[in-house]
């Protein structure tokens, strides 16, 4: 396959970008020094916090003493991955999930509604799809090792309960999440993942930059 088979499906870092209500500051992101203002160099500042756009939660997000971005398997992200599209207006829940076979090993992206509507406004859309808490539970016992939503954050912002079972469920058995994905260009199918965190030391997250191929 050629260059042109690839999809991205980041989010771009920009000022006055989307970002969680929770988080503790708004991404900054500006410009230091710019040719065309007449200075020596280009350069950004970027000011965010790890959980940033399309980013990679670590096991230490939730779990104390859990491991990190520093630690992670590089198959974590890297491999084959299925998106499936949910067609559920609310969140994602065990019986739609049961509708396609889940298999062990296997790296789910799952397309919303939220695309594109949660990732390209300009302030955090409070309505969007979530995943179910118990359907956390389902998908850990089926044995995946990723899960991608296209939103910021795979629970209810507004449910800290949801909030805190998805997330310590799927990372307390190793599941590796990636929020904040772009998949409005993208059939539901099989490809081929590509995706890096940011190897920041003992990272809780990692701002990432994720893109698919399809599998023939």
Request: hydrophobic residues 40%; proline residues 8%.
């Amino acid at each position: 396959m050629s260059a042109k088979d690839w999809i991205d499906i980041t989010v771009t870092l920009k000022p006055d970008m989307n970002y969680l209500k929770l988080d503790p500051v708004p991404p900054n992101i500006f410009r230091l020094s710019d040719v065309d203002r007449g200075d020596k160099v280009t350069m950004s500042k970027l000011e965010i916090i790890s959980h940033t756009g399309t980013h990679v939660d670590a096991p230490l997000h939730f779990i104390p003493g859990g491991s990190t971005i520093t630690d992670m398997p590089l198959d974590a992200t890297v491999g084959p991955a299925r998106v499936i599209e949910i067609k559920d207006p609310q969140k994602i829940k065990i019986a739609e999930l049961e509708q396609h076979n889940i298999r062990e090993g296997e790296r789910l992206l799952l397309k919303t509604r939220n695309s594109p509507k949660t990732y390209t406004s300009p302030r955090f859309v409070e309505d969007y799809v979530y995943l179910d808490s118990p359907a956390a539970d389902y998908l850990v016992d089926k044995g995946i090792i990723l899960f991608g939503l296209d939103n910021i954050t795979i629970g209810h912002a507004k449910d800290g309960d949801n909030v805190g079972h998805v997330h310590r469920t799927l990372l307390g058995a190793g599941v590796y999440i990636l929020e904040g994905l772009a998949l409005d260009k993208v059939p539901p199918g099989d490809y081929e993942l590509l995706c890096l965190p940011l190897l920041m030391y003992n990272g809780d997250a990692g701002p990432s930059r994720a893109i698919l191929r399809p599998l023939k």
